[in-house]
Each structure stands twice: as C-alpha cells, then as structure tokens.
C-alpha cells in the first residue's frame, strides 16, 4: 500500500463576503448558468515566521450571460489556508480549483437556501467541476486582452 503524505495545508475558513440577490416574479422556466467571474489569490508570510497564508476570492454569477434572466444571484467568497514552512506542497501546487472545490459546498447550499426563501423554484446547483470553472474563466479573460 502507497503511503499517503500530508499536504501541510491547513483550511482555516471559508467566508462569505458579499451576495446580491432579486427575483420578482416566479418564472415559467428556470434556467442558470454558474460562471467564475472573479478570482484572485495571494500568499503572506506570517510574521512568526510559522508558515504563510493564502486568501482566495472567488466572484460568482449565477446568471452569467442568460439574456433576460429569472434573478439576479452574484456573490463572493473568501477561502483562507495556512502553510507550515516544511509542508509537502507548495502554493503552486496547491492551485485555483483545489481551493475552489472546497468554496463550491458553501456555494451549492447559499444558492439553495436563497431560492427556497423567495419566488423562485428551489436551485439545486448541479454538479461542479471546480477546474473546468477556473479554465472558463482564465479563457474569457484572455480572451478580453
């Protein structure tokens, strides 16, 4: 049996920063479309010296690009990791869709409880893969340069 190492990496929380939501009418047809529109990262050394600290955020749009869409659903959050100096990997390994997978959970059960408090038919947000999000989102950007 292959031993399995420790990351190092240490999740230390996941926050929600800011939402913006508005139905006003229940639709007939309920569509979405869950797109990253917003991403950024950056490490700080601590200044014990312990290790470093990464923080994520993560802009999400529900509606992204539907032409008269049912609501409006945007929000952003913010995931924090801590990274002992001697950890097996490192930042760079430790990419965008591995911290985003762990954002998606929180972000699956915001959108659902929204829906189900309002007009809207309850979302349950389907399966995400949480690289394929981060490589649409690093093409459109590309794309815009």
Request: glycine letters at 4%; one cysteine or more.
């Amino acid at each position: 049996m292959a031993d399995t190492k420790i990351s190092g990496i240490q999740f230390k929380n996941i926050v929600l920063v800011a939402s913006k939501f508005r139905a006003d009418a229940k639709p007939e047809d309920l569509k979405y479309n869950l797109a990253l529109v917003g991403l950024s990262r950056k490490v700080t050394d601590r200044e014990d010296n312990s290790g470093s600290d990464l923080v994520c955020i993560y802009d999400f749009d529900l509606m992204h690009g539907i032409v008269n869409p049912a609501c409006e659903l945007t929000c952003t959050y913010m995931a924090h990791y801590f990274r002992k100096n001697d950890a097996e990997m490192t930042w760079d390994q430790f990419n965008d869709g591995m911290a985003l997978s762990h954002v998606i959970a929180y972000l699956r059960e915001f959108v659902m409880n929204i829906t189900t408090r309002s007009v809207l038919p309850r979302i349950f947000l389907d399966p995400v893969n949480a690289h394929a999000l981060v490589n649409s989102y690093k093409a459109r950007t590309e794309s815009k340069k």
